[in-house]
C-alpha cells in the first residue's frame, strides 16, 4: 500500500538560509499535518491543512510557512535558518480531518541539520 | 488545554516478559481518541494501538493491549511476550475529536528488551 512520501530525506543547510520540504500524502487523504520533532524531545505541531485551506495552527514559526496544493501534497517552507530548526520533521495524511479510523499516517520524516 | 504526561523515560523488561507504560492526560473534553505510537532507531513513527473514549472495552492489537480508565484519565499500554523488535521510543498521543485534530503527544518512554 502507498504510504506518506517525504523529501528529501535528509537536508543540510547553513545559517540563514533556506528549506523547502515535500509531502506527498496516502493518495485520496486530503489532509496533511507537519510536526517538529527536536533530538530526544516529542514531536510538536506545526500547522495542518484541509482541502488545501489551513485547518489548525500550532507552533510554527514566522519564519515558516506551508501551504497545500491543488494535488495535495505540502510544502513547508522555511527562511532564515537558525541552529534551533535541526529537527526531524514529520509529515502526516489522513482522510478528513477526523480521519478514517481517526488515524494519521507518518512519513519517515525529513531530518534537517543547520549549520 | 489538554496535556499528556509519560511519567517514565526510561523502561527495561527482560524478553519474553511483560511489561506497562504509563501514560496520564488532562482534558475537559469528554470525546476524544488516545494513541499509542512506536519510533524505533529508524525514527519512523508507528500507530501501535488506539482507544476511543466513548468505548469502555480496552483496546487490543495482538501483543499489546491498554488500560484505559476514563475518570482517572490513565491509558497505560501492556505489552506481553516482549520481543527485541519491540525496542523503541513509545509515546503515547491525544486527540480532540471534535476539534485541533492535531496530535497531543507525551515526552515519551525509552522501552529496553533484555536479551
Known amino acids: 500500500a502507498a504510504g506518506v512520501i517525504q523529501s528529501p530525506r535528509h537536508l543540510i543547510k547553513e545559517k540563514r538560509e533556506t528549506a523547502t520540504l515535500k509531502c506527498y500524502p496516502i493518495?485520496?487523504?486530503?489532509?496533511v499535518y507537519w510536526y517538529q520533532q527536536g533530538p530526544g524531545q516529542d514531536p510538536q505541531f506545526l500547522i495542518s491543512?484541509?482541502?488545501?485551506?489551513?485547518?489548525d495552527k500550532g507552533s510554527i514559526p514566522d519564519r515558516f510557512s506551508a501551504q497545500q496544493f491543488s494535488d495535495y501534497h505540502s510544502e513547508l517552507n522555511m527562511s532564515s535558518l537558525e541552529l534551533g530548526d535541526s529537527a526531524l520533521y514529520f509529515c502526516?495524511?489522513?482522510?478528513?480531518?477526523?480521519?478514517?479510523?481517526?488515524?494519521?499516517?507518518f512519513g519517515p520524516g525529513t531530518r534537517l541539520t543547520v549549520l | 488545554a489538554q496535556t499528556v504526561t509519560q511519567s517514565q523515560p526510561e523502561m527495561s523488561v527482560q524478553e519474553a516478559e511483560t511489561v506497562t507504560l504509563s501514560c496520564t492526560y488532562d482534558?475537559?473534553?469528554?470525546?476524544?481518541?488516545l494513541f499509542w505510537y512506536k519510533q524505533p532507531p529508524s525514527r519512523q513513527m508507528i500507530l501501535v494501538i488506539r482507544?476511543?473514549?466513548?468505548k469502555q472495552q480496552n483496546a487490543t492489537e495482538n501483543r499489546f493491549s491498554v488500560n484505559f480508565q476514563k475518570a482517572a484519565k490513565s491509558f497505560s499500554l501492556k505489552i506481553s511476550d516482549s520481543q527485541l523488535g519491540d525496542a523503541a521510543m513509545y509515546f503515547c498521543?491525544?486527540?480532540?475529536?471534535?476539534?485541533?485534530?492535531?496530535?497531543?503527544w507525551g515526552a515519551g518512554t525509552k522501552l529496553i528488551i533484555k536479551p
Open positions: 493518495p485520496r487523504h486530503d489532509t
Open positions: 482534558t475537559s473534553e469528554s470525546d476524544y481518541y
Open positions: 502526516a495524511s489522513s482522510l478528513g480531518l477526523a480521519g478514517v479510523g481517526n488515524e494519521q499516517f
Open positions: 498521543a491525544y486527540r480532540s475529536a471534535h476539534s485541533n485534530y492535531q496530535l497531543i
Open positions: 482507544q476511543e473514549a466513548y
Open positions: 491543512f484541509y482541502e488545501k485551506m489551513q485547518s
